[in-house]
């Protein structure tokens, strides 16, 4: 495998039967952990806004809708990792 490239391996279905690898350059990892960055910065600030809403006693449904896309950038941060962060096999 050439230098600058990350291989992942995994093994998909019930049986385990289909390999997988996928191949990533130094490039687009570069990409991916800096956009897991952002959004690590925009959950924060969500979580920060959210607290200011909770303690000014702000409208309840517009807390609801600022939680709700907390979590939508939660599960986009969780599909980042997982690109990240190679699986493990046991």
């Known amino acids: 495998m050439p230098d600058g490239f ?3 391996t995994r093994l998909i279905g019930a049986n ?3 390999l997988l690898t996928e ?3 130094d490039q687009d990892q570069t990409e ?3 956009e897991h960055a ?3 910065q925009e959950h924060a600030d969500f979580d ?3 607290n200011a809403m909770i303690a000014t006693g ?3 449904l517009q807390i ?3 939680k709700k896309k907390k979590l939508a950038l939660k599960d986009r941060l969780a599909k980042l990792d997982d690109r990240i962060i190679p699986d493990i096999i046991a």
Request: charged fraction near 25%.
């Open 6 to 8: 990350a291989c992942r």
């Open 16 to 18: 385990a039967a289909l």
């Open 23 to 25: 191949v990533m350059s």
């Open 32 to 34: 991916i952990r800096l």
């Open 38 to 40: 952002k959004l690590k």
């Open 48 to 50: 920060a806004a959210i």
């Open 58 to 60: 702000c409208d309840p």
């Open 64 to 66: 609801q809708r600022m």
